[in-house]
């Protein structure tokens, strides 16, 4: 039964992939049919989900529930699929404006800095220009990226310094 809910909601969202209410239901749809999160289930479920992904940018909900499905992973496979998504959000930055692909790249290298993946700190003067960058494409919440950023500047100063990063802004 629960595979074809799953169906019917794939369905629903190649008609409509900004339906907020599909995404919802997918997510209680996998959790119930997915219960065990094999990293099979999860990888799968990420590669179609990033189908949906890429055919609106700037959905909100596609992205959100993308985030989902990530966290719902063990933490070593959480890393490996956050690597893949930041690998593929990568190419897009320079081509799209998206406030929620923006705010999830700079969350992914946030989280595997945090986790001691310090060959992630290469990327961490990117991570600052799409903060900065999101201060001016989502203007209502400029404050609230303002702060993000010196968040993050925070969080990982240490080892920037360390490997010769700017400490720019």
Known sequence: LAG?????VKTLLENDVRNNSAWNQRYFVFLDLFGN?????L???VAETWEFVNAALRN??????LRG???????D????????VLSMCKPLLKIAESVPMTALYVDLIDELLSAGEDAYI???????????NLTSIDPIRALYWEFVKRKFMAAHAEIAEQKGCCLSS
């Open 37 to 41: 999160f094999s990293e099979e289930a």
């Open 77 to 84: 496979f959480r890393m490996s699929l956050q690597k893949e």
């Open 4 to 8: 074809e809910e799953l169906a019917f």
């Open 122 to 132: 290469k990327d961490y003067g990117e991570a600052i220009s799409a903060l900065d």
């Open 69 to 75: 499905i990530i966290n719902l992973a063990d933490p």
């Open 43 to 45: 990888a799968k479920e």
């Open 60 to 65: 909100e909900s596609s992205w959100s529930y």
